[in-house]
T-cell receptor, first 111, second 116 residues
Framework: DAKTTQPNSMESNEEEPVHLPCNHS???????IHWYRQLPSQGPEYVIH???SNVNNRMASLAIAEDRKSSTLILHRATLRDAAVYYC????????????FGPGTRLSVLP | DTGVSQDPRHKITKRGQNVTFRCDPI?????LYWYRQTLGQGPEFLTY????????KSRLLSDRFSAERPKGSFSTLEIQRTEQGDSAMYLC??????????????FGSGTRLTVV
């Protein structure tokens, strides 16, 4: 399985943008980049995904490097409810494959 | 509520006892996954069902673990002769029939197992 590396933890101030990096130097051409987050005492929830182009949705933006060896999840204005563990996951295009989670980045949001 | 439901939310059991967890996926989802998560780690894949067929099992799924999805709807995960190392959060996720590359996983809130 293709691997990702993320910082163990990051801090942000409330209402400021947050950039969560992910390195995936061994990504293959058919791997999608997925981001999930896990709030305390909850299961992971979908945030965003992409293949080559940058993506935006109501929760976040995903910026993908041109060589696809890294990506950045952008939360435009962090709120206290965004405090969670964020997982960057590569998933092959073969739809039935399970996700391989790493330890993720624990984001703390300071009021 | 149309999300993934897991029952119970918490289970405390004595070492050596058997436990069974239940997962009710989103009704139109034909794929179902079980994961295990220990403190400070990301979820680890255990097993995967497509309808009632168990298509993949992780080597983490020892012979004390068994999972079923008899009618392709709800699933159960049983752990026999529990050990303290089985203490973890057990997560269930489901995915839809159609081929989508995006938000195809919905996770439940998990069952937290404590073996004493």
């Amino acid at each position: 399985d293709a691997k990702t590396t993320q910082p163990n933890s990051m801090e942000s101030n409330e209402e400021e943008p947050v950039h969560l990096p992910c390195n995936h130097s061994t990504i293959s051409g058919t791997d999608y980049i997925h981001w999930y987050r896990q709030l305390p005492s909850q299961g992971p929830e979908y945030v965003i995904h992409g293949l080559t182009s940058n993506v935006n949705n109501r929760m976040a933006s995903l910026a993908i490097a041109e060589d696809r060896k890294s990506s950045t999840l952008i939360l435009h204005r962090a709120t206290l409810r965004d405090a969670a563990v964020y997982y960057c996951i590569l998933r092959p295009y073969n739809y039935g494959q399970n996700f391989v989670f790493g330890p993720g980045t624990r984001l703390s949001v300071l009021p | 509520d149309t999300g993934v439901s897991q029952d119970p939310r918490h289970k405390i059991t004595k070492r050596g006892q058997n436990v069974t967890f239940r997962c009710d996926p989103i009704s139109e989802h034909n794929r179902l996954y079980w994961y295990r998560q220990t403190l400070g780690q990301g979820p680890e894949f255990l097993t995967y069902f497509q309808n009632e067929a168990q298509l993949e099992k992780s080597r983490l799924l020892s012979d004390r673990f068994s999972a079923e999805r008899p009618k392709g709807s709800f699933s159960t995960l049983e752990i026999q002769r529990t050990e303290q190392g089985d203490s973890a959060m057990y997560l269930c996720a489901s995915g839809p029939r159609q081929k989508r590359s995006g938000m195809d996983y919905t996770f439940g809130s998990g069952t937290r197992l404590t073996v004493v």
